[in-house]
Nanobody
Framework: QVQLVESGGGLVQPGGSLRLSCAASGSILSINAMGWYRQAPGKQRELVAVIPSGSSTNYADSVKDRFTLSRDNTKNTVYLQMNSLKPEDTAVYYC???????????????WGQGTQVTVSS
């Protein structure tokens, strides 16, 4: 099994910045992709950004040029730097990983518990 531990959410004013972190732990052999989704009240969960292994990062159009996703493979951790935050970025942000584990063996999708990001004056 894989555990995803998120940190870094909170309250910020419009135009401000936050940095989210997500660390994966467990019987991990490899992580194929890792990133963030978000869900605002009354809306469906949507992709924010994801880094597939050996490929370029994919961003939602709404966050391009404002958010940056980076990955530290040595720590199985991803970081989401969020700049120029807007009220519409308010949501619960969920870390997501597609990982291959050895106990039990196989590729599965995992989710973090979510962290609240609120952008408000």
């Amino acid at each position: 099994q894989v555990q995803l531990v998120e940190s870094g959410g909170g309250l910020v004013q419009p135009g401000g910045s936050l940095r989210l972190s997500c660390a994966a732990s467990g019987s991990i052999l490899s992580i194929n992709a890792m990133g963030w989704y978000r869900q605002a009240p009354g809306k469906q969960r949507e992709l924010v950004a994801v880094i597939p292994s050996g490929s370029s990062t994919n961003y939602a159009d709404s966050v391009k040029d404002r958010f940056t996703l980076s990955r530290d493979n040595t720590k199985n951790t991803v970081y989401l730097q969020m700049n120029s935050l807007k009220p519409e970025d308010t949501a619960v942000y969920y870390c997501n990983a597609h990982a291959i584990t050895d106990r039990p063996y196989g590729l599965r999708e995992y989710w973090g518990q979510g962290t609240q990001v609120t952008v408000s004056s």
